[in-house]
């Protein structure tokens, strides 16, 4: 029977202490109780140290993940500019740790060896962030992240989180929290790209449709002053007045249609970006004024069309409705 674990069987509890040795009593059972409770405990908490020991520190993360080496950069710069840092935290009120900064390089890690794109999102004077073997006092809290292609289509992504004292410079190494909450946020952000994409191209295939059904749907033909010739037919039958309101109605609707879908540009102008982030290359610049067409809305950015045919993003608040 494993040390520590009390079994209750059918035998007679007056015969343990006889049995252990000692005299029947109440004054010999007591002290054999008070054993088996220390034995229980001590035992537990051995089994605890040992769980405490089983975690693992130091080790990182390292994806294959199945974008392209362009898209994933992308997001990953995203998200070293977003000023925090998840999977721990200052107080058991926070959800993260605020105030982060993207830095170029930082002294927390050596130079990396393995070449591929490397970035850094640091946060200094952080006191005893969660989830760092042995943390206990202020000091700067490094995250790094390396993106190296494999090939056209994929991409290795390896995350690694530190933490070192700024009194006695040791360091401290994650248990890996770090690590896995900021792929989660990097990985959220690639199947959003991925979401968006399929979502542009039924919008546009949708776009294409409708203009083929309703040809009202397309641009406004340019106005003729010219007055058209009287039908004499229909000069000879008296018009009906449903008929007459009927293409009214259409040309409202098409107008409200236009309206829900156009966009103007606000002052000073606004860059079309080529994928829904800050870090996205810029495919234009786009003046004051600038009238485009929503194809895809998402919570922060609007994917559009311009008169030109050029497909790209912009923020929501620096586009306006067209009066």
């Known amino acids: 029977m ?20 000692r005299r029947s ?39 294959n993940i199945p974008f ?25 009120k926070d959800d993260y740790i605020k105030d982060a900064i993207a830095v170029g390089s930082t002294r927390v890690f050596p130079e990396p060896t393995e070449g591929g794109n490397v970035f850094y999102k640091i946060r200094l004077k952080a006191l005893d962030p969660r989830n760092f073997k042995d943390s206990g006092d202020m000091g700067t809290l ?18 690694d989180a530190r933490f070192v004292e700024d009194f ?26 991925e979401l968006t994409k399929a979502q542009t191209v039924e919008a546009q295939q949708q776009q294409q449709q409708a203009r083929k059904q309703n040809p009202a749907l397309m641009d406004d033909p340019p106005q003729s002053n010219t ?32 309206k ?20 996205a290359s810029t495919l234009q610049s786009l003046p004051s004024g600038t009238e485009v067409l ?5 919570p922060y950015w609007f994917g559009v069309e311009t008169h030109e045919g050029q497909h790209g993003w912009i923020l929501r608040d620096e586009l306006e409705f067209v009066p």
Do not use: C
């Not at 058209?228 to 098409?254: C, H, K």
């Open 2 to 21: 494993p040390a520590g674990i009390l079994v209750r069987t059918s035998a007679n509890y007056s015969q343990w202490p006889r049995f252990l040795g």
């Open 25 to 63: 009593g109440a004054n010999s059972v007591v002290p054999w109780t008070v054993g088996f409770v220390v034995i229980f405990l001590v035992s537990a908490f051995q089994l605890l140290a040992r769980e405490k020991d089983a975690t693992q520190y130091g080790m990182g993360l390292i994806v």
């Open 68 to 92: 392209p080496e362009s898209e994933v950069v992308q997001v990953v710069q995203d998200v070293v500019q977003n000023g925090i840092i998840r999977g721990t935290k200052e107080y058991n």
């Open 142 to 159: 490094a995250v790094r992240y390396v993106v190296q292609a494999q090939g056209d289509k994929n991409t290795v992504l390896r995350i």
């Open 168 to 193: 006695r410079h040791t360091v401290h190494a994650s248990n890996g929290s770090v690590e896995s909450a900021e792929y989660k946020d990097i990985h959220d952000r690639l199947d959003a790209i």
């Open 227 to 258: 007055q058209p010739a009287a039908d004499p037919i229909g000069a000879a039958v008296p018009p009906d007045a449903g008929a007459q309101a009927s293409p009214q109605t259409l040309e409202e609707r098409v107008q409200e249609l236009r």
């Open 260 to 279: 829900q879908v156009e966009r103007r540009v606000k002052a000073p102008g606004a860059p079309l970006k080529s994928a829904p982030f800050h870090t």
């Open 294 to 298: 929503i194809v895809v809305s998402t």
